[in-house]
Structure formats: C-alpha cells, structure tokens
C-alpha cells in the first residue's frame, strides 16, 4: 500500500493507526469532521513522533454524502475505522448512521476501484447474543432481534451485515477484511479520554467507587492498529473477519482494578475495589487463532496493556 484512506483519523485507534502508516512511509489521507479534530489528529502525530509530510487532510462526514468520492479518489486501500458519535439511546439514531455511514464508504471505495477496505468492526457484532456456552468465534453473530439488545451492539450488528451484504451484491472488485476487536486499551496519543480512557480515570479518581460487573476481552489499541495493516496486505484475508483481544482468560472490571492496585500503589487509592452486586458471572471465552494463524497477531498481555494504559494517562495529565 503506498496511499490509504483513513476515516475516523482522529480518533484513538484511528491517531494510533495514521502515525505507524506514516512511519512505515505510506502516504495517509484521513477524513476529519472539522478544523478541530485534524488539529487533534496532528498533535498526536507530533506525540508518535510520525512525520506528518505524508499526511493529507479531507473533511468529509459519515451522515452526508459530500466529500466521500473525492476522499477515495486514487487510494490503494481504505480503513473505515470510523463510527458516529452520537449521544443516544434511540436505536434509529445511532444504527441509521453507523450502517448509513459505512455504505457511503464502502460505494466511494467502488466507485474508485480501490481494491480492498478493512472495516473496524467490533466484538459486540459477534458475541452479544444469549448463547447456551459463552464460546465465541467469527462464525458467531450477534442477532439484531435479540430482546434487550443496546443500541451500541446493534448498530455496530446491522453495520457490519449491511457491509458484507454490500460487498456480495454491489461491491464491484472492491475485497472487505473486518476486524473484531473486544474492549480497546492502550496507551493514548489524543488527551481525549473517551470509552475505556475514561472508565481509567473514572477509577483513579473515585468518581467510580463500584465497578460495573462485566466480563470481557481486552485488545491492546497498538496490536488493534497493527492487525489493521495485516488485514490490508495479506491476500488470503479478503472476504474474513478477524477477533482480536489479548491470549489468556477474559477478565473483568473489578479484575482491571486489582491490577491497577497492584501496580501503582498510593496513586491507586481511590481505584474500587468492589463491583456492582448480581449473579455470578458465567464463562467466557474469545477466540483469537484466526487472527493469530492467518495475519501473525501477537497481542501483548493485558496485564501490560492495563498498566500501560495508566500510565499514558498519568503522563498526559488525564488522571
């Protein structure tokens, strides 16, 4: 790949993804919503030391159409890393612009020739379906008609079946490659602390004295962002999706916290050391060999990936 287009640029993996495309010497044009984000965007990049020459800013948003042909125009690859934020709890308000969104990207990338997209999906369009043993591969989907779904797993369920659907029937020669990633961590290169940055804090700070009771993988933002390129570049992987998290047991919140105790001492006093009351929770294991055998994921423990979380954190000033 020598020219990608990046969506959702500014974001944490998004930031994390464009500094090592720089680095490795692909040029990167990355949409951004506003004048805003791509200030965000190139303060991280100067915080991954990347060199920011081969960077080409398009302002383009996933509810409109504009902007969309001309940020495809002549790339060799794109990642649609991107989702709308929306602050809701309307289905329609938040599935109409992930599925929508995805759509407007993945008929740019047609119309352009370009011939493979990677699509940031998530493991909540996997494993958020009851199921008698809590066993999960790619094979697994989460069903949108699931009583109770969240909107979140939903959107992100009906996006990624509206992108494969697409593929199959209009996608021209354009190849899809999805990435399923679980919960997100990692070091961060924006001060924006959003989703799982600001549950770290939340934790440090007291603000969150009982921790939700949940059981879940972990994936490392860096080993997320080097599964991107992998999915881009091996041929073997069109047409698939990949899981990734860390090896080993899922965890949970309250297990995140024992490891932030253990590892900071008197700065973690506040962290809680009690999860919200319920049932026991059951099993559940995520399978990452796909990833592994095919693209040469090696994920970094998520014990490292907690502390170093932190750690970025503090050094920031977020915490």
């Not at 999906?121 to 989907?141: L, Q």
């Not at 290169?189 to 799982?196: A, F």
């Amino acid at each position: 790949m020598t020219r990608v287009l990046v969506t959702g640029a500014s974001g944490y993996l998004g930031t994390r993804l464009v500094a090592d495309l720089l680095r490795s010497g692909t040029e990167v044009r990355a949409t951004v919503r506003t004048p805003e984000r791509e200030a965000v965007l190139r303060e991280a990049l100067r915080r991954a030391d990347a060199d920011g020459a081969g960077l080409e800013i398009a302002f383009a948003s996933l509810t409109e159409d504009a902007g969309w042909a001309a940020a495809a125009d002549g790339m060799d690859g794109v990642y649609h890393l991107a989702s709308p934020m929306i602050q809701s709890t309307s289905p329609d308000e938040i599935v109409v612009p992930a599925r929508d969104g995805a759509l407007r990207v993945l008929r740019a990338a047609r119309d352009a020739g370009v011939p493979r997209v990677v699509l940031t999906s998530s493991f909540a369009a996997v494993g958020y379906s009851p199921k008698p043993v809590r066993d999960y591969t790619e094979d697994d989907w989460t069903d949108p008609d699931t009583p109770g779904l969240a909107p979140y797993p939903l959107s992100k369920a009906v996006a990624e079946r509206a992108a494969w659907d697409f593929i199959g029937s209009a996608g021209g020669g354009t190849e899809l490659v999805v990435v399923n990633p679980t919960w997100i961590a990692g070091p961060t290169l924006t001060v924006d602390s959003r989703s799982s940055l600001q549950l770290f804090a939340a934790m440090f700070t007291g603000a969150m004295p009982v921790v939700p009771r949940q059981r879940f993988g972990i994936a490392d933002v860096r080993d997320v962002a080097d599964l991107h390129v992998s999915a881009m570049t091996v041929p073997e992987a069109a047409g698939k999706r990949y899981l990734a998290l860390a090896d080993g047991p899922t965890t949970t919140f309250l297990g995140v916290a024992q490891v932030l105790r253990a590892h900071f001492g008197d700065l973690a006093q506040k962290v809680p050391t009690a999860e919200a009351p319920g049932d026991e929770l059951p099993a559940l294991v995520i399978h990452n060999d796909r990833a592994k055998r095919e693209l040469g994921f090696r994920p970094r423990p998520a014990e490292q990936t907690i502390v170093e979380t932190a750690q970025s954190l503090l050094d920031l000033g977020l915490i």
